[in-house]
Structure formats: C-alpha cells, structure tokens
C-alpha cells in the first residue's frame, strides 16, 4: 500500500531555516567586556585618593542633633525627649542629660526641615538649615550654646536619607542610606547588581541641590569612576539602568521561537494533510 505525498510548501522550509540561521546569529553577538567594572589600566596617582563629601541638608530632610557638654543639667534642655526600648533593668543618665534605661538604644523624634529650610530647634527656636552642612551646623549651633554650655559638642545625623534603584537592577526600589556615606558600588550590591540586561556604560544620576536638577551619566567600566562627584551618593539620588542591545535580542529571540513554534506546527500539519489526504 502507497501514500501520495503532498510536498511540504518551498516558502515554509525557508522560513524555518531563516529562524534558525537568524537566532544562532543573535545568540553569539555580545561581548564578556561588556559587564566587567573598572577595565583598564589605574592610575594610582589620582585614583588613590578618597574625597568624602558632608552631606548637604535639604528641605524634607529628618535631623537628629543631639547636644552634649561638661554640664548635663545645662545641656537637657537643648534635647528633645529621648524614646528609648528598655531591654534589661536599671537606669543611668547619658552626656546629654537625658535618662537612659540600660540596654536601650535611645532616639528622638528628630527635626523636621520645613518648606522654608528651617528646623524649630530645642530651646533655641528657628534656624534656618537648608543647604548646610553638618559641619556647618555644628559651627551655627556652636555660636549660639557657647554662652550657655561648657565645651558644647554635636552628634548631628540625617536619618531619612535615601536612593532609588530604577531598570535593570536585580531589586529596583527605594533604599536607605546606612551610616554616613554610601559609595555607588555599595548602592548596587544592596540592590542586587546590575541585571546581565543592564548597560554598565551609561548609567544615568538625576540628583537635586538647592532645588535644581542636576543630570550626569557615568561609565562604570572606566576607573575614573572612583574620582566622580556621583561616585558618594547623596539624599533622594535617582540611579537609572538602561537595557542594553542583548535585551532587545532576547526580546526578539523570544517572538522568533513563538513564530518558529507557530511555522513548525503548520508544517506538521501540512505533512499529515498529505499523507491522509488521499
């Protein structure tokens, strides 16, 4: 018993092949050099040196200023009431002049930095803030206890301080600023690294000082990205990762296999047809 054979269409053997030829292609663009940090040679001579910069006080940020002197009973009435989580037993009384509990880790509520730059500070009323930096209020703070304390010192934090993580990162979001500097490749181990999509050759920072917006884009496989004024970050920076060419590849890659899957099926069918037909 024969089967007349119905020939698979000339256009569909083309097309297949086509898909094939076209995805190993795309599959072998790309280069290793392109995800690797830092290439090149480093010249230790300007690379070698760590500039940190005081952060500067924005409106919106939360201040902790805490005052210390020789004279605690002075110093208590320039601190806000301490909030403390009592973990044991027993009391005591820190430099501020506040009382402690014994293993707690005491806060206060913080200063606000209002829409017009200033904080309602404890005992001393209105001081404008905006734009300084700790340095600078430690100096303000300073002109104005001195009368009033003996050998005043400042413990001043900004405790709200944050960056956004956008696009190809491996946890895009919002993260806080832990301690007092954060450097960029920090940033990005916290959030995850870039994606094996994300361009490392134009990554873009949108950061606001004293109300403009400043743009930069910056190159992280060139070392001179250690001496960056971006390299610190700094509050409510925006850190943007864009896709590189492979994402789109990828993107293509995945509609060709839906086209091939979709090409190889009307084949298959077109096989059975003629080998049933008759």
């Known amino acids: 018993m024969t089967y007349n054979s119905w020939p698979v269409p000339q256009f569909l053997v083309r097309v297949m092949l086509g898909l094939t030829f076209l995805a190993v292609l795309l599959s072998s663009c790309g280069s290793t050099k392109e995800l690797n940090y830092m290439q090149g040679s480093f010249d230790t001579t300007k690379l070698s040196q760590a500039k940190i910069i005081d952060p500067?006080?924005?409106?919106?940020?939360?201040?902790?200023?805490?005052?210390?002197?020789?004279?605690?009973?002075?110093?208590?009435?320039?601190?806000?009431?301490?909030?403390?989580?009592?973990?044991?037993?027993?009391?005591?009384?820190?430099?501020?002049?506040?009382?402690?509990?014994?293993?707690?880790?005491?806060?206060?509520g913080g200063y606000l930095v209002d829409e017009k730059g200033n904080i309602e500070f404890q005992g001393l009323g209105l001081i404008h803030v905006d734009s300084l930096t700790r340095s600078t209020l430690r100096d303000t703070?300073?002109?104005?206890?001195?009368?009033?304390?003996?050998?005043?010192?400042?413990?001043?934090?900004?405790?709200?301080?944050r960056y956004t993580m956008l696009?190809?990162?491996?946890?895009?979001?919002?993260?806080?600023?832990?301690?007092?500097?954060?450097?960029?490749?920090?940033?990005?181990?916290?959030a995850g690294d870039l994606t094996f999509y994300g361009r490392?050759?134009?990554?873009?920072?949108?950061?606001?000082?004293?109300?403009?917006?400043?743009?930069?884009?910056?190159?992280?496989?060139?070392?001179?990205?250690?001496?960056?004024?971006?390299?610190?970050?700094?509050?409510?920076?925006?850190?943007?990762?864009?896709?590189?060419?492979?994402?789109?590849?990828?993107?293509?890659?995945t509609t060709l296999r839906d086209v091939s899957l979709v090409a190889t099926a009307i084949s298959v069918f077109a096989i059975i047809y003629s080998i049933f037909r008759n």
Do not use: C, H, M
């Not at 300073?142 to 400042?154: D, G, S, V, W």
């Not at 070392?223 to 590189?244: C, G, K, R, T, W």
């Open 56 to 108: 500067i006080i924005q409106k919106g940020d939360i201040l902790s200023i805490i005052v210390y002197s020789d004279n605690p009973d002075a110093t208590k009435i320039y601190n806000q009431p301490l909030i403390t989580t009592s973990s044991s037993s027993g009391s005591g009384v820190d430099a501020g002049g506040s009382t402690l509990i014994a293993g707690s880790s005491p806060t206060s």
């Open 141 to 161: 703070l300073n002109e104005r206890l001195k009368p009033f304390l003996t050998n005043p010192y400042y413990n001043i934090r900004i405790v709200n301080r």
């Open 167 to 190: 696009g190809e990162i491996g946890k895009p979001g919002i993260y806080s600023i832990p301690g007092d500097q954060i450097n960029l490749f920090e940033a990005l181990g916290l």
């Open 200 to 253: 490392r050759d134009n990554v873009l920072f949108i950061r606001e000082t004293n109300g403009k917006r400043q743009f930069a884009r910056l190159d992280l496989r060139k070392p001179e990205i250690l001496v960056s004024p971006y390299f610190y970050l700094q509050q409510n920076d925006i850190i943007i990762i864009e896709a590189n060419k492979k994402k789109i590849v990828a993107n293509d890659q």
